[in-house]
């Protein structure tokens, strides 16, 4: 994106209205904010981009149209945002970014844009506010908001149910959250295309650790291995070191230590290359311990 063509733009037409840096940052952001905007020193965020556009009588497209070659979609800005927050677990940053939009009419009166927000909504509200059942309740209206038939889901409702399942193992209600990603599991396999292919390693995940809950170790490693494939088929690294690391765990608590270090190996190997350190220390921890026979 072109942030010197927006930038100078949004400064055009602030001077044009009347308007001073103050004026038009007042409940937006900083005054200094909007100065670097306008230099094309920083990149604002989407919510802030309609919030300027609202108060300069523009559409917010316009300065997309000016900025982007091809031109970049409002919304799927706002989702990239929320996608970088979510993998980045800055949960305070998702929720700035939905109360930012909840009133856009390019959200509020289109329901697959809702759902979007809905989604994110029901993520914070369980991870900020630790209230399981309000957030259940805020996905579950995502889903029905697109939801035609019990026999199809989406990729974004199965996301849904998937986040659904996450909050019930996070409430240690572990047959449940094997239940529901089971599900998501059967209607993800209905699907003919997968845009996000990191919603099925998510999702096998996500059943690896519910059995091993469940201390079906066996089966819980199986999911693992299905999704390294995956990963590999796909060419991407997201979750790879976190499954190595669950087999590896999977053989610990069968005490199979010799099997345990190899996994555990693997996986600290993948966290240095992706720079990744916050588990290293745990992992290293535990290969010490090994070294020492059981």
Not at 62 to 91: C, H, S, W
Not at 239 to 250: D, M, P, R
Request: hydrophobic residues 35%.
């Amino acid at each position: 994106m072109d942030f010197s063509a927006v930038g100078q733009r949004i400064k055009e037409l602030r001077k044009q209205m009347g308007l001073s840096q103050g004026e038009l940052a007042e409940g937006i952001c900083t005054q200094a904010q909007i100065s670097k905007i306008e230099k094309g020193d920083v990149y604002p965020y989407a919510s802030t981009l309609y919030l300027i556009s609202q108060r300069l009588g523009v559409d917010v497209n316009y300065f997309f149209d000016i900025g982007m070659t091809p031109r970049l979609d409002y919304v799927k800005e706002v989702a990239l945002q929320l996608k970088v927050a979510r993998k980045n677990m800055d949960y305070a940053e998702m929720k700035q970014i939905v109360k930012a939009e909840e009133n856009n009419p390019l959200f509020k009166q289109n329901k697959r844009n809702l759902q979007l927000l809905l989604w994110h909504k029901g993520i914070y509200e369980y991870m900020i506010n630790k209230n399981p059942e309000k957030a259940i309740q805020i996905l579950e209206e995502g889903i029905a908001l697109t939801q035609s038939t019990d026999k199809v889901y989406s990729e974004r409702e199965i996301e849904l149910i998937l986040s659904i399942g996450v909050i019930y193992f996070e409430e240690r209600k572990f047959e449940k959250a094997l239940t529901v990603h089971k599900t998501a599991h059967k209607y993800l396999k209905t699907l003919p295309y997968i845009s996000d292919s990191t919603v099925k390693t998510r999702l096998l995940y996500n059943l690896a650790r519910a059995l091993t809950r469940l201390k079906d170790y066996e089966q819980s490693i199986s999911y693992c291995e299905e999704a390294i494939k995956w990963c590999i088929y796909k060419s991407n690294l997201y979750c790879l070191a976190e499954l190595h690391y669950h087999i590896g765990y999977n053989h610990e608590l069968m005490e199979n230590y010799l099997a345990a270090t190899k996994y555990m190996e693997k996986a600290k190997l993948v966290f240095e290359l992706q720079n990744d350190n916050r588990f290293i220390p745990f992992i290293d921890e535990k290969l010490e311990k090994w070294k020492t026979p059981q």
